[in-house]
């Protein structure tokens, strides 16, 4: 679907041919708030435009966690959609937000062969290796005491599951965080005053290395602090380990919740800002 700015999206086919039909545009979309598409953003310059109550409880609780006082603010982040997430870390660490950043999945394995302590061979598996590699060097030599390791691993090893230091991979495809890792960080979320997960520890569509990511939600379903889960995998998963009602908010959003916490503006926020200056001018 095409992208662009609201002006020029608005004149897309699909909103000159459904805008005549309706008295106001109502968007609930906020996992799809990062994209300027002709149904996201396009009504809004043609019709009086709300946000919807799901987006609003989105960008009132994001909000309030990226403003808080409350410490110890902790990160937890896995999965892969490694360049977008290096990102956050970076932005987040500048902005003195996180007290500790957790890593697990993709985004542990650029860390870890960054850092030297696993072989680059693992870079591998990392889209966009190469061209992050270099500022996640850069992030641990300068927020080193923030910015948290596994310190074992989960292998698959002749198809089973194998627990192993670091220096005992072997070559063997690295699937989850190992159980010290899991332990060390499930302590430090259910300490939290602010706890945030987004991806999952580890290859988690595989039932013997869903260990770590069980054991972070469990921990955040614990935390007597503000709890956030985004990302639909990880969601899901609490959802199955009917942990939806323990945690403080469930995230709709993966990329869109990730811009938000970097402080981007969202095009259909700015979108809606837009129709509501109009509609308090007399607008639409």
């Not at 987006?55 to 990160?75: A, G, M, N, S, Y």
């Not at 639909?232 to 938000?260: P, Q």
């Amino acid at each position: 679907m095409k992208k662009g700015p609201v002006e020029e999206v608005a004149r897309e086919p699909i909103v000159q041919e459904l805008y005549p039909l309706f008295d106001l545009f109502v968007n609930d979309a906020f996992g799809a708030a990062h994209r300027s598409q002709p149904s996201i953003v396009g009504f809004t310059a043609v019709l009086p435009s709300v946000a919807g109550r799901v987006l609003e409880r989105e960008v009132r609780t994001l909000t309030r966690i990226l403003k808080t006082d409350e410490h110890p603010w902790v990160l937890v982040l896995g999965g892969s959609k490694v360049p977008d997430k290096v990102r956050v870390i970076e932005k987040l660490l500048e902005l003195g937000r996180a007290d500790s950043v957790l890593l697990g999945g993709l985004i542990a394995t650029l860390f870890l062969v960054a850092s030297g302590e696993i072989p680059e061979s693992y870079g591998k598996a990392v889209k966009g290796f190469d061209d992050t590699v270099g500022l996640a060097k850069d992030l641990l030599g300068r927020y080193s005491d923030v910015i948290m390791l596994p310190v074992d691993a989960a292998v698959e090893r002749n198809g089973v599951r194998i627990d192993c230091g670091l220096d005992e991979m072997g070559g063997d495809p690295f699937y989850d965080i190992g159980p010290r890792t899991a332990e060390e960080y499930a302590s430090m979320v259910r300490n939290a005053r602010v706890a945030f997960a987004n991806g999952p520890m580890g290859f988690f569509e595989k039932e013997e290395f869903q260990y770590g990511t069980i054991k972070v939600l469990e921990a955040i379903a614990h935390c007597n602090g503000t709890t956030v889960v985004g990302g639909g995998h990880v969601s899901a998963m609490a959802e199955k380990m009917n942990l939806v009602d323990r945690i403080t908010h469930i995230s709709t959003g993966g990329g869109a919740t990730m811009a938000f916490m970097t402080g981007k503006k969202l095009p259909l926020i700015e979108a809606l800002e837009a129709a509501a200056r109009r509609m308090d001018s007399g607008g639409l």
